[in-house]
C-alpha cells in the first residue's frame, strides 16, 4: 500500500496526473455546489453530453489531438446546447427539465455518429478519441494537465471572487436584481464557469460521467453544515478526493479507467454522508427519533402513574 | 437630495399595463404616492397586485408605461427603494442562517467583490432585534416559522435604508406576534417620514394600519386617503358580488364571501 502510494508520488507523470485530477474534483465541486443550490443539477449532464460532437468536430477541423483545442470545441457545444434549452422554455410550453432531456440526447447522438464514423476513418483509435466517453486521465499529456490545473484554479479563484453575489442569485435572484445587481450577467458567468468546469474535467472523467463531479459532492457537502462557505469545502473536499481516488486507483491496472473510479469515489462520499453525517443524516435522524420516542414513553409512564396514585389516595 | 424630495412623490407610475400572452393582467394603471404614508394595495385575488408591484420593480415587463420614483428612473433610484418579496419566492432550506440573509440587504451598499464586515453585522444584528429577532440570528432559515421568516425578510428591506418600501404580503399566513412586529415597524417606518406600498388582503385591518388605499381589479378603481376611499361602494366596484356589507352598530363592517 505505502509503496503504491510512493510509488505515485515518484513517477512524474503520475503525480501531474494525480494533482490535476484532485484540482478538478476542487473545482467542480466548489462550482457545482452552486449548480445543487440552484436545482439545475441537470444542467451538467446537458453540458457533458452536449460536448461530445463539439469535441469531434474540434477533432475533425485539426486532426490533432490537443486538450485546448478540445476545450473550446466542448464550451463552444456547450453553449450551444443551453442556447437550444433556453430557446424551448421560451418559445413553447415544455418546462425545463424536458427540454434538457431532449437537447442532450441529441447532442449526444450527433456526437456518437461522429464519433463512429472518426473511428471508421482510421484515425480515430490513434486519437483515444473513444477514451472520451467515459475518461482516462492516464492518456493525458503535461500540457493537458497545465490546462485541467488551470481552468480548476479559476474555477475556485472565480468562486471565491464572486461568492457573495453568486450566493445571493442562488438564494433571491429577484431581491438581487431589486438592489441593483446584473442577475442575468451573474447566471451567465455562471453558466460559462460550469460549462467551463464540465469541458475541463472531459478528458479525465468521460462526457457520461463528468457532470457527477459537479453534482455529487455538492450534495454530500449539504449533509454536513447549514453555512455556505463550509458547503462549498466540503464540496471541494470531496471532490478534491474523489479525483485523487480515481487517478491513484486507474493506476493500478491498464484497464481501469479513472472516469468510473472518480464516479465511485464520489458516491461514496455521499452514502456515507447521507448515512452519517451529524444532524441531517440519517442515522442520527433515526437516534434521535428514537430518543424522542423513549422520553414520550416515560414521561406517559410517569403521569399515568401519577395519576394512579392520586386516584388510590383518595 | 431630501430637500427635493418633499416636493417630488416618492412614486408615480404612469399608464401601466402588463400581459401574459395576449391576456393584460394589469390594465393602464396610473397613480402617486403622498410621501410618509402606509398605503395598503387591495383588491380580489388574480387582481392584479403582486404583478403591479413586481412590474414597478422592473421584476416583470410591462407592455406600456413609466414609473418614477423620486421624480427619476427607478434605475437612478435603486438604492432607495427596498423589497420585501413573498416568502414563498424561494428556497427556505438554503444553507444560510437569520443574520447571514439580514445582511444581504447591505449588499447593494457594498458594491462588487466587498464582503460584509463588522459594520454590517451589527447593523444587521441590531435589525433583527428591532424586529424581535434577535435570539434566532444564526438560526437556520429553515427552523424558523413563517412568521419569523418574514420577519427575516422585513430586517434583511429595513438594512437597506430606503424611503419607499414595496412589501408583498407581508401578513399572509403570520402568528400575531409577527403581525404585530410587523405593524410597529410600519408605525416606525411612517414616523421616520418613509413611504410603504403593502399588498394587504385582511379588509377588516385596512382602516387600523394604513393611511392611504389604492383599489385594483385589473385596473385601478380608486386612489386616495382610507377615510374618503375605503367605501362600501368603491370596494363593491373592486371585489364585484365577491363582497356583502354587513351593518352592525351603526357602522358598516366588510365580509369577505
Known amino acids: ?314 | 437630495m431630501k430637500k427635493e424630495s418633499t416636493a417630488v412623490a416618492p412614486l408615480t407610475v404612469s399608464g401601466i399595463t402588463v400581459a401574459y400572452q395576449r391576456k393584460a393582467v394589469v390594465e393602464d394603471v396610473s397613480f402617486a404616492l403622498p410621501e410618509g404614508n402606509l398605503v395598503a394595495l387591495i383588491g380580489p385575488n388574480g387582481a392584479g397586485k403582486s404583478t403591479l408591484l413586481k412590474a414597478i420593480l422592473g421584476l416583470v415587463p410591462s407592455i406600456s408605461g413609466s414609473v418614477s420614483i423620486y421624480g427619476d428612473t427607478y434605475k437612478k433610484m435603486r438604492s432607495r427603494v427596498g423589497y420585501v418579496p413573498q416568502r414563498e419566492s424561494v428556497d427556505w432550506d438554503f444553507p444560510t442562517d437569520a443574520l447571514d440573509v439580514v445582511m444581504m440587504g447591505r449588499y447593494g451598499h457594498l458594491g462588487w467583490i466587498k464582503r460584509p464586515g463588522r459594520k454590517e453585522k451589527d447593523l444587521a444584528m441590531s435589525t433583527l432585534d428591532k424586529v424581535g429577532m434577535a435570539d434566532f440570528a444564526r438560526r437556520q432559515i429553515s427552523q424558523l416559522s413563517g412568521g419569523q421568516q418574514q420577519r427575516v425578510f422585513l430586517a434583511r428591506a429595513l438594512v437597506q435604508e430606503a424611503d419607499l418600501y414595496f412589501m408583498d404580503e407581508p401578513f399572509a399566513g403570520v402568528d400575531a406576534a409577527t403581525e404585530k412586529a410587523i405593524i410597529a415597524l410600519l408605525g416606525e417606518l411612517k414616523r421616520a417620514g418613509k413611504t410603504v406600498l403593502v399588498v394587504h388582503h385582511d379588509l377588516s385591518t385596512v382602516e387600523e394600519y394604513f393611511d392611504h388605499v389604492l383599489l385594483l381589479n385589473k385596473k385601478l378603481i380608486a386612489a386616495g386617503p382610507v377615510e374618503t376611499t375605503f367605501t362600501p361602494e368603491l370596494l363593491h366596484e373592486t371585489y364585484g358580488g365577491k363582497l356583502a356589507i354587513v351593518s352592525s352598530n351603526g357602522r358598516e363592517a366588510l365580509v369577505k364571501q
Not at chain 1, 463539439?54 to 464550451?75: D, P, R, W
Not at chain 1, 441529441?106 to 484515425?123: D, K, P
Not at chain 1, 491498464?254 to 452514502?271: D, R
Request: proline share 3%; with cysteine; charged share 10%.
Open chain 1, 1 to 314: 500500500m505505502l509503496d503504491w502510494l510512493i510509488s505515485l508520488w515518484s513517477d512524474p507523470n503520475t503525480r501531474w496526473i494525480l494533482m490535476g485530477c484532485t484540482l478538478l474534483g476542487l473545482g467542480s465541486g466548489v462550482i457545482g455546489s452552486f449548480t445543487f443550490l440552484r436545482r439545475e443539477s441537470l444542467l451538467g449532464d446537458t453540458l457533458a453530453h452536449a460536448a461530445l460532437p463539439g469535441v469531434c468536430i474540434a477533432f475533425m477541423l485539426h486532426e490533432v489531438k490537443s486538450a485546448s483545442l478540445f476545450l473550446i470545441g466542448a464550451l463552444v457545444a456547450g453553449i450551444a446546447a443551453v442556447f437550444c434549452v433556453s430557446a424551448i422554455t421560451r418559445w413553447t410550453k415544455i418546462k425545463s427539465d424536458a427540454a434538457m432531456g431532449i437537447v442532450l440526447t441529441f447532442f449526444f447522438g450527433v456526437g456518437t455518429v461522429m464519433l463512429t464514423h472518426i473511428q471508421h476513418s482510421g484515425s480515430g483509435s490513434q486519437s483515444g478519441l473513444d477514451k472520451y466517453l467515459f475518461g482516462q486521465a492516464a492518456a493525458m499529456v503535461t500540457s493537458d494537465v497545465y490546462i485541467l490545473m488551470g481552468v480548476s484554479v479559476l474555477l475556485v479563484i472565480a468562486a471565491m471572487l464572486l461568492f457573495k453575489e453568486f450566493k445571493l442569485i442562488s438564494f433571491d435572484p429577484g431581491f438581487a436584481r431589486g438592489i441593483g445587481l446584473p442577475v442575468g450577467v451573474l447566471e451567465h458567468a455562471m453558466l460559462i464557469l460550469t460549462t467551463v468546469a464540465v469541458a475541463a474535467g472531459i478528458q479525465a472523467v468521460g462526457v457520461v460521467l463528468v457532470a457527477a463531479l459537479l453534482i455529487t459532492p455538492a450534495a454530500a457537502a449539504r449533509y454536513w453544515t447549514d453555512r455556505l462557505p463550509v458547503m462549498l469545502a466540503y464540496a471541494g473536499v470531496f471532490g478534491a478526493l474523489s479525483g485523487a481516488s480515481g487517478a491513484a486507483i486507474s493506476t493500478l491496472g491498464e484497464g481501469i479507467p479513472t472516469g468510473p473510479v472518480t464516479v465511485l469515489a464520489a458516491t461514496l462520499f455521499f452514502v456515507l454522508s447521507l448515512l452519517l453525517a451529524p444532524r441531517r443524516g440519517l442515522l442520527s435522524k433515526s437516534l434521535r427519533h428514537r430518543n424522542l420516542k423513549a422520553d414520550y414513553a416515560r414521561s406517559a409512564e410517569r403521569s399515568a402513574l401519577n395519576a394512579a396514585e392520586g386516584g388510590s389516595q383518595k
